[in-house]
């Protein structure tokens, strides 16, 4: 168990270290059963080093990511009230452009267009519908310093929004980037500071 993580009995609301590490803390605290449905899950980068649950359902968002994501309800109609938690961890930043971010290949990219990312955050409450009474879910999540129109865009808020259409919010987590983007640093005259942080929201299924 990680005590600098959790602390005695709590996880604490920032966590540190590498983003699995963190969602494993938070993840240890909120389950309470071993069937957990990730949509997202890629390369596996959020579960590495981690104790898989017995019950994990994996898939992955990248292309055709909205038939993997839109579609469950249709494709998987045995999921309705079969999980104990969701985990959620999408594209979470819009571009206009692909992103020469470095990390893109390991972590996936976000060059869809902030109409999709809309879709994304609007979708995020029907999957309440996989979860049992009382199940949860955790959405990670991040704010974006958007260049074309140099506005601070609290992605965050927006998601807290869609999410309590389906789940009332129970936990919130500060995640601290251990590296962030070198591109961040070459936008000349920002009017803020940089972005170097994400969310982790944890709703329970109303």
Do not use: N
């Not at 494993?24 to 390369?43: K, N, Q, S, W, Y």
């Not at 985990?87 to 979470?92: C, L, T």
């Not at 955790?138 to 974006?144: A, S």
Request: charged share 20%.
């Amino acid at each position: 168990m990680d005590h600098d993580l959790l602390g005695p009995r709590y996880p604490r609301s920032v966590l540190t270290g590498t983003a699995a590490k963190a969602f494993g803390a938070i993840l240890r605290f909120h389950l309470t059963g071993e069937r957990v449905l990730d949509p997202t899950f890629g390369d596996g980068i959020s579960w590495q080093g981690l104790a898989k649950p017995s019950g994990l359902v994996c898939s992955d968002i990248r292309e055709p990511w909205r038939q993997d994501v839109f579609r469950l309800r249709e494709q998987h109609p045995e999921y309705k009230g079969a999980f104990d938690l969701v985990y959620f961890d999408p594209p979470y930043f819009a571009c206009v452009a692909a992103s020469s971010d470095e990390r893109a290949g390991a972590y996936g990219g976000y060059t869809q267009s902030y109409a999709d990312l809309s879709a994304l955050i609007g979708f995020a409450p029907e999957l309440a519908w996989c979860l049992r009474p009382g199940g949860k879910i955790i959405l990670k999540c991040g704010d974006q310093y958007h260049v074309p129109t140099r506005r601070l865009w609290l992605h965050h808020l927006e998601w807290c929004r869609s999410l309590e259409r389906g789940f009332q919010l129970v936990d919130f987590y500060v995640y601290p980037f251990y590296r962030a983007s070198p591109t961040a640093y070459q936008v000349k005259d920002r009017p803020s500071a940089i972005v170097s942080h994400s969310y982790f929201i944890v709703g329970v299924k109303s």
